[in-house]
Each structure stands twice: as structure tokens, then as C-alpha cells.
């Protein structure tokens, strides 16, 4: 996409809707005249997107800027060969960086306390023009907390991460300074292919591809498994546990390392290769995204950044899964906003992928996160009080935007794990969230129901979402 497709879609992206009336409003009430009764909450809803939206064009230049905040945040070199560091810690009294690159002083690259808790720090270029920061080498924020105590975190906007090679017995990942030297850098040789008309999806984990009893590499799934899924008649490939995560054994659902794609299959240049050639056959790639947790690691995870409980989540009760063990975002804070949709656009712009399929949509949509509620399909469940209006509306912006950047290439794919008649209730409505309410994502062209058993309103749902123009497809 050019600079001047960004320019026009941001017109899109960042249109002023003065009225708070959902698009499109009256087709989704013809179509379904059972939700007339919650017409005025239906409304609120798109009001409390359209404000956020609203703010985001006011105070952050518009979605096109907002979501390349990895531009700024996190560490970056600049023109000039000069290393430029930002870092969101409200709770933080101190932030320095350390590692390889100095020595591990850990007190001697102070970071700049700048408003509303965010720190920067310039490290300028060495005397020969050189970046001051080897590629491949590791770094860490050294903080100091309000107890006084100084804690080592990695940076959340990490691009790389790895367990140590010569200590067997530390599971604990250090964060990777990535900036490989243009000749090493991988270099796309494929556009993204169209949006398929009609889907057909291959879900895969690269770690779990090979026959062999070993952890596959992404040189293995581009040789091996991606000619395979071209023979078979795929058109798009979905792949699991891509974004770094500490704990193997959670499949990729316990993220750690947003930005940073999984060390343990390869590194970013491969990951950027098996990409590239899935397109050279035509093949979309898709993602699987946790934006619903995330790990409760502290020292290579996102957790307690700043050294409060509260920076990136709720307090208390209301910021853990108590069934996943892990931690749930404040999807009201505007710097969560920031990070979470910058984490969407990262994977577009720099690995080129052309979708997402978003994991654990119950748990957002609702307060409960669906643990031990008995949903009965009546759609008061899913308009009451029970709802989360911060994370959908979260949802909503991350939608918008990414169909409104991408209108060609882009596919979302919620999914959704209720019970019966949830599958119409709950999944479908979140549907109309996205078709309705956004006329730029009326371009959706895949959604995900997953009802655990047959019901009698399963037929009415799968009719529906198929006149819509959806494709579907359904678990049993």
C-alpha cells in the first residue's frame, strides 16, 4: 500500500460522524425486528465508539498515526543512526536502559520523565556514525518503582526475544535489540493477494508441523508445509502462536512478547520469508491474536511493567482470568488502546500478514468472561449489564481500522466458544457490531461460529450470516 492509499483510506479511517446513529441501522432492524427493543443501547454503543474515534483523530493525528505508534514507542534508530527510546510507566520513578551495549551500567542511559507517564531517551549514533546499539544484542529497562526498589523489565514493544543458549536451567527470556544490517535484511518479493471471495483456511502451528519429535522452524513450514497446503486447495493459511510466548505449552495463549514473533521457530527475517512465499502461491496468512489476556510472566512478560499490578490491566479481581491464569487489559485506558491496535498494524506492515482471527471474544465481551453463565440465546444477555463496554468498543476500533487501511487484502475472523444458542446470539450480534456500525467494514468476508453442540436456532444463524455475505465456518 502507498503513502497515498494511506492518505485516502485515512479519510476513512478517521471520518467525523457527528451523529451517534449506527450506520445502516434501519437494515440491521429490518432484518431482525427483535432488536428494536435495544435500538437505544445499540446507539450508545456506536456513540461510545464514535467518541474514542473522535479523540483519537483530535489528539493523536488520526488511526493512521495512532496505530504506527511503534514508530515512537519502544526502542528505534533514527536517520541519523542515533537510538530513540520511548516507554509508557505511570507508576515508574525512575527508567534507564541497560545491556550489552554499555556494559550493564544500569544507571547510565537515564530516560526523560515526559507527561501522562511516558519517558524518552536519545542515545546518539558512535563517533563513526555507527548505531550505538549492536543488532542482536540484549537490552533491558532498569526501573526504579515507588518503593525505591529497581526492577528489570522488558521493554513491551520488544521485536525480539530469547532464552538464554548457555544456561539450560533459565526459562526466563531476555529481550533482542533486532536491526539487521541491510544485507541480512529479508526482502518481500510478492504483493498480498486479493481477498479471496470465498475462503478456504488452512489452521496450522509452525512448531508442531514437523513429523520429526522437534520444534519445527519457519524454513520447515516454508519448504514443507506450504507447498502441501497449495496442492490441497487452500487459499489461506491461519497460524497459531506466532507472537512470542514463554510458555509453550499455552499453544501461543499466553502471550509475553506482542511485537516480537516466537524465537523458538526462527527469527523475524524467516518468519518475513514464510510469509512471503505463502503469497507467491497465493495464499492469504493469517494470525492468531490474544488481545483477550495476557501472561502473568513479570520478568520477559508485560505484567507489573511499571512495578504496579495496574499498568496495562484492571486491579484485583477484575484483571485476572481466574480459568487461564493470566491477565486481563483495561481496555478503557488510552495507552492500552495504543498498544493494542499498534500491535495489529506491526504485524501488517512489517510481516506483510493479511488478517487476523481473534482469539477468546467471549471472555472480552463479557464481564463474567463467560465462566459459569448459562447463556439461554435471549439477547438481553448480550445487551445488559453484563456486557463489556470497553472492550468492545476496543473491538470496534481495531476492525475499523484495520478494514478501513486495508480494504483489498484485509480478513477478521472472530471466534467465539459459547454454548447452544449463544452461537446466534452472541456471535452473530458481535457480527452486526462490525458489519452495521462500520460502513468501511462492510468488507468482512469471514466470521467464526463455534457452537459446542446442535441447537435449534443453529440453521437461523447460519442462514442469516450466509445472506449477509459471510463465509462460515462451524465446530461441532
Known amino acids: 500500500m502507498t503513502e497515498n492509499d494511506h492518505n485516502n483510506n485515512e479519510m476513512e479511517a478517521g471520518g467525523d460522524n457527528s451523529s451517534d446513529v449506527p450506520p445502516d441501522l434501519d437494515k440491521l432492524l429490518e432484518m431482525d425486528g427483535y432488536l428494536r427493543l435495544h435500538e437505544k443501547e445499540i446507539s450508545r454503543r456506536y456513540g461510545c465508539f464514535n467518541a474514542v474515534l473522535k479523540d483519537i483523530n483530535t489528539y493523536e493525528g488520526g488511526m493512521e498515526q495512532f496505530s504506527r505508534s511503534y514508530e515512537q514507542y519502544g526502542i528505534n534508530v533514527a536517520a541519523d543512526g542515533?537510538?530513540?527510546?520511548?516507554?509508557?510507566?505511570?507508576?515508574?520513578?525512575?527508567?534507564?536502559?541497560?545491556?550489552?551495549?554499555?556494559?550493564?551500567?544500569?544507571?547510565?542511559?537515564?530516560?526523560?520523565?515526559?507527561?501522562?507517564?511516558?519517558?524518552?531517551?536519545?542515545?546518539?549514533?558512535?563517533?563513526?556514525?555507527?548505531?550505538?546499539?549492536?543488532?542482536?544484542?540484549?537490552?533491558?529497562?532498569?526501573?526504579?518503582?515507588?518503593?525505591?526498589q529497581f526492577v528489570e523489565r522488558i521493554s513491551p514493544w520488544i521485536r525480539y526475544a530469547i532464552r538464554p543458549k548457555n544456561d539450560p536451567k533459565n526459562f526466563t527470556y531476555d529481550g533482542i535489540f533486532w536491526h539487521p544490517p541491510p544485507k541480512e535484511q529479508?526482502?518481500?518479493?510478492?504483493?498480498?493477494?486479493?481477498r479471496p471471495e470465498g475462503l478456504r483456511i488452512y489452521e496450522a502451528h509452525v512448531g508442531i508441523s514437523s513429523h520429526e519429535g522437534k520444534i519445527a522452524s519457519y524454513n520447515h513450514f516454508t519448504d514443507n508445509v506450504l507447498p502441501r497446503i497449495k496442492r490441497q486447495g487452500y487459499n489461506a493459511v491461519q497460524l497459531m502462536a506466532i507472537m512470542e510466548h514463554v510458555y509453550y505449552a499455552s499453544f501461543g495463549y499466553q502471550v509475553t512478547n506482542?511485537?516480537?514473533?516466537?524465537?523458538?521457530?526462527?527469527?523475524?527475517?524467516?518468519?518475513?520469508?514464510?510469509?512471503?512465499?505463502?503469497?507467491?502461491?497465493?495464499?492469504?496468512?493469517?494470525?492468531d491474536v490474544v488481545h483477550s489476556h495476557a501472561s502473568k510472566n513479570v520478568l520477559d512478560g508485560i505484567n507489573e511493567f511499571d512495578g504496579t499490578n495496574t499498568c496495562f490491566f484492571h486491579d484485583a479481581g477484575k484483571g485476572v482470568h481466574s480459568l487461564?491464569?493470566?491477565?486481563?487489559?483495561?481496555?478503557?485506558?488510552?495507552?492500552?488502546?495504543?498498544?493494542?491496535?499498534?500491535?495489529?498494524?506491526?504485524?501488517?506492515?512489517?510481516?506483510?500478514?493479511d488478517g487476523y482471527r481473534f482469539d477468546g471474544v467471549t471472555s472480552m465481551l463479557y464481564h463474567s468472561h463467560g465462566i459459569g453463565h448459562g447463556f439461554s440465546g435471549d439477547y438481553n444477555e448480550y445487551f445488559g449489564l453484563n456486557t463489556d463496554t470497553d472492550s468492545l468498543v476496543y473491538m470496534m476500533l481495531a476492525n475499523h481500522m484495520l478494514h478501513s487501511l486495508y480494504p483489498d487484502v484485509m480478513i477478521t475472523i472472530a471466534e467465539v466458544r459459547t454454548r447452544c444458542c449463544l452461537s446466534r446470539f452472541d456471535t452473530f450480534v458481535f457480527t452486526?457490531?462490525?458489519?452495521?456500525?462500520?460502513?468501511?467494514?462492510?468488507?468482512?468476508?469471514?466470521?467464526?461460529?463455534?457452537?459446542?453442540?446442535?441447537?435449534?436456532?443453529?440453521?437461523?444463524?447460519?442462514?442469516?450470516?450466509?445472506?449477509?455475505?459471510?463465509?462460515?465456518?462451524?465446530?461441532l
Not at 105 to 120: E, I, L, P, R, V
Not at 333 to 345: A, G, M, P, Q
Open 324 to 353: 487461564w491464569d493470566s491477565r486481563l487489559f483495561d481496555y478503557s485506558k488510552w495507552e492500552v488502546l495504543r498498544f493494542l491496535l499498534s500491535d495489529l498494524r506491526w504485524f501488517i506492515e512489517e510481516y506483510k500478514v
Open 82 to 148: 542515533s537510538v530513540v527510546c520511548r516507554e509508557w510507566a505511570p507508576g515508574a520513578v525512575e527508567v534507564y536502559l541497560t545491556g550489552d551495549f554499555n556494559g550493564w551500567n544500569k544507571t547510565q542511559h537515564a530516560f526523560k520523565q515526559g507527561s501522562f507517564g511516558k519517558w524518552d531517551l536519545i542515545i546518539p549514533p558512535n563517533g563513526d556514525g555507527n548505531i550505538p546499539i549492536a543488532h542482536g544484542s540484549i537490552v533491558k529497562l532498569n526501573i526504579k518503582t515507588k518503593s525505591g
Open 258 to 287: 506482542f511485537f516480537a514473533v516466537s524465537s523458538r521457530y526462527g527469527t523475524p527475517e524467516e518468519f518475513k520469508r514464510l510469509v512471503d512465499t505463502a503469497h507467491g502461491m497465493g495464499i492469504s496468512v493469517l494470525l
Open 432 to 475: 452486526f457490531c462490525k458489519v452495521f456500525f462500520h460502513q468501511s467494514c462492510m468488507s468482512v468476508s469471514c466470521f467464526l461460529v463455534v457452537p459446542f453442540s446442535f441447537c435449534a436456532c443453529l440453521p437461523v444463524c447460519l442462514s442469516m450470516c450466509m445472506s449477509a455475505g459471510f463465509q462460515v465456518r462451524v465446530y
Open 186 to 194: 529479508y526482502i518481500f518479493k510478492h504483493a498480498r493477494p486479493k
